[in-house]
């Protein structure tokens, strides 16, 4: 079947360091994969994506790349801001094309 | 451009008493439409989700239902709600031309 797993949080951060948070995958076929990020009180919104294998998927800053060797999908970026202080969620689409599946949510908290 | 409007924002129910959220999608056509819900400080639950006019498929068997009668609109309910039920509701779409999901700002939900 399809799940996602995604490393447990809180992820707490100084201003301008290094993000990590891991995420990996089990599917059949070939899904896509996504990270939405929600901040508090609001619906979740897309961050970034990737369709196929060895993508790359970017925006403001973040960055993860389709590793399908590894089944994995991990969110970085080289230096975080107090504004990125939310939840990061990882997620597939399954091979239907009809069903998303989510990680549990990772909540980051950037200090000044 | 495609919108999605779910409401209320907010909601206070007491035990045993009904429910009803409704979403509706703009601009697009014969979306796959969803019903998640995200416990507080946990991760995202498929509710139901729907590829068509009249379809629901039922991921958890539970207190709620939910009902597609136009192509747009998609409407969760429940005849009692129990204090279990309360949690973050969210609907999402999605179609043909995207494989993301797009979310709208979810509906807080508090039985007492």
């Known amino acids: 079947g399809n799940s996602v797993t995604q490393m447990e949080g809180p992820v707490t951060l100084s201003e301008e360091a290094f993000l990590t948070i891991n995420c990996t995958y089990t599917?059949?076929?070939?899904?896509?994969l996504f990270w939405y990020v929600q901040y508090p009180g609001e619906g979740l919104q897309l961050l970034l994506k990737a369709t196929k294998a060895d993508d790359k998927g970017s925006n403001k800053g973040f960055e993860a790349t389709y590793r399908k060797e590894t089944t994995s999908f991990h969110l970085e970026k080289g230096s975080v801001q107090v504004s990125d202080s939310a939840v990061y969620f990882c997620?597939?689409?399954?091979?239907?094309?009809?069903?998303?599946?989510f990680g549990s949510g990772t909540k980051l908290n950037v200090k000044p | 451009s495609q919108t999605i409007h779910q409401w209320p924002a907010t909601l206070v129910q007491p035990v045993g008493s009904p429910l009803s959220l409704e979403c509706t999608v703009e601009g697009t056509s014969n979306p796959n439409l969803y019903w998640y819900r995200q416990a507080a400080g946990r991760g995202l639950q498929l509710l139901f989700y729907?590829?068509?006019?009249?379809?629901i498929s039922s991921e958890v068997p539970q207190n709620l239902s939910a009902s597609r009668p136009q192509d747009r609109q998609f409407i969760l309910s429940s005849k009692k709600l129990l204090l279990s039920d309360s949690g973050f509701y969210l609907c999402a779409w999605r179609d043909s031309l995207n494989t993301e999901a797009f979310f709208g700002q979810g509906t807080r939900l508090t039985v007492v």
């Open positions: 997620a597939l689409l399954g091979y239907n094309f009809n069903k998303f599946y």
């Open positions: 729907s590829v068509g006019i009249g379809q």
């Open positions: 599917a059949t076929g070939y899904p896509s």
